[in-house]
């Protein structure tokens, strides 16, 4: 019985050195490439939905301040998300370009749509492959209304409020003309940041965006065609382009994203743990979102 405890202790010791040792590189990977001589370019992956920006506001940071790195390319594959959010990214951006006079340039993937194009508007140029979809300038905000079902299962939506406006957008009943035009407001609001952020990144009139910015999607051909971009072109394009803007000679060695060097680690771990409830419906009832539907 020793014996085989022995030898457990044994195996979870070994496994827990294993897991160590790859926490470790894992943590150091982008470090070492850093430490790496010559001029570089970091990309920066905006993928999915836009929500908890905070790990791309901190790379962002990071490569803003690493003097070795001449360059950010900013990778967007994402429909948009959280309005909130989405300013976060844009304005760390703007903040790392004005501050610390680094080279930014967007390189839209398959779909780089209303959040993702906000942040796009604050680089200094704008790739996209003909076919990506872009654009869908605009706000939404939504929500499911389940007043009929709780009224179908015979169950009541007990609200005790401070003000009149206190739950607009109470998922279990209808808006009332006024929580309406409430509600549009702050959209109209938030739209227009939308509006003035595309028409000062782009060097557009105000009125010349409005004009584009009805929700609809373009191609990035016909994004093109409307200034909304500045070039056709992939991830590489892009590279070449930031290094070339910022004054890089030859090939520029590349940066990636700390979390591409911890797939061995996330086959291990997982790269996402599993959330309780009272975390993933924290949210608020109702969204503002920069977001293509």
Same mark, same amino acid.
């Given at each position: 019985?020793?014996?085989?405890?022995?030898?457990?202790?044994?195996?979870?010791?070994? *496994?827990?050195?294993?897991?160590?040792?790859?926490? *470790?590189?894992?943590?150091?990977?982008?470090?070492?490439?850093?430490? &790496? !001589?010559?001029?570089?370019?970091?990309?920066? @992956?905006?993928? #999915?939905?836009?929500?908890?920006?905070? +790990?791309?506001?901190?790379?962002?940071?990071?490569?803003? /301040?690493?003097?070795?790195?001449?360059?950010?390319?900013?990778?967007? +594959?994402?429909?948009?998300?959280?309005?909130?959010?989405?300013?976060?990214? *844009?304005?760390?951006?703007?903040?790392?370009?004005?501050?610390? /006079?680094?080279?930014?340039?967007?390189?839209?993937?398959?779909? !780089?749509?209303? #959040?993702?194009?906000?942040?796009?508007?604050?680089?200094?140029?704008?790739?996209? +492959?003909?076919?990506?979809?872009?654009?869908?300038?605009?706000?939404?905000?939504?929500?499911? +209304?389940?007043?009929?079902?709780?009224?179908? %299962?015979?169950?009541? @939506?007990?609200?005790?409020?401070?003000? %009149? *406006?206190? @739950?607009?957008?109470?998922?279990?009943?209808?808006?009332?003309?006024?929580?309406?035009?409430?509600?549009? #407001?702050?959209?109209?609001?938030?739209?227009?940041?939308?509006?003035?952020?595309?028409?000062?990144?782009?060097?557009?009139?105000?009125?010349?965006?409005?004009?584009?910015?009805? !929700?609809?999607?373009? $191609?990035? $051909?016909?994004? &093109?065609?409307?200034?909304?971009? @500045?070039?056709?072109?992939?991830?590489?394009?892009?590279?070449?382009? %930031?290094?070339?803007?910022?004054?890089?000679?030859?090939?520029?060695?590349?940066?990636?994203?700390?979390?591409?060097?911890?797939?061995?680690?996330?086959?291990?771990?997982?790269?996402?743990?599993? &959330?309780?409830?009272?975390?993933?419906?924290?949210?608020?009832?109702?969204?503002?979102?920069?977001?293509?539907?």
């Amino acid at each position: 019985m020793l014996r085989w405890m022995a030898v457990g202790g044994a195996a979870l010791l070994a *496994f827990v050195v294993v897991v160590l040792v790859l926490v *470790f590189y894992s943590i150091r990977g982008v470090e070492s490439d850093l430490a &790496l !001589g010559g001029d570089k370019v970091a990309v920066v @992956d905006v993928i #999915g939905e836009i929500r908890d920006t905070s +790990n791309i506001v901190e790379e962002i940071q990071k490569y803003g /301040k690493e003097d070795s790195v001449r360059a950010i390319v900013i990778r967007l +594959n994402t429909p948009g998300g959280s309005a909130a959010a989405t300013q976060e990214v *844009f304005s760390e951006i703007k903040r790392v370009r004005e501050e610390k /006079k680094k080279v930014v340039v967007a390189s839209i993937a398959s779909v !780089g749509a209303s #959040g993702g194009y906000y942040i796009a508007c604050a680089t200094q140029q704008i790739f996209a +492959n003909p076919s990506s979809i872009t654009g869908s300038i605009g706000a939404i905000a939504q929500w499911t +209304n389940y007043g009929e079902l709780l009224r179908w %299962a015979k169950m009541k @939506d007990v609200v005790i409020k401070s003000g %009149a *406006f206190k @739950d607009a957008g109470n998922p279990a009943r209808d808006l009332t003309p006024e929580e309406r035009a409430y509600i549009q #407001g702050v959209i109209e609001d938030i739209y227009g940041h939308f509006v003035t952020a595309v028409a000062e990144g782009r060097k557009m009139k105000v009125e010349e965006v409005r004009k584009l910015a009805d !929700g609809k999607v373009f $191609t990035g $051909t016909q994004a &093109l065609q409307n200034h909304l971009v @500045d070039r056709l072109g992939n991830l590489p394009d892009a590279i070449r382009e %930031a290094a070339k803007l910022a004054g890089i000679k030859g090939e520029p060695r590349v940066v990636h994203p700390s979390r591409e060097r911890r797939s061995l680690l996330d086959w291990l771990i997982g790269d996402k743990l599993p &959330l309780p409830p009272v975390v993933r419906n924290s949210e608020a009832p109702v969204q503002f979102q920069y977001l293509w539907k």
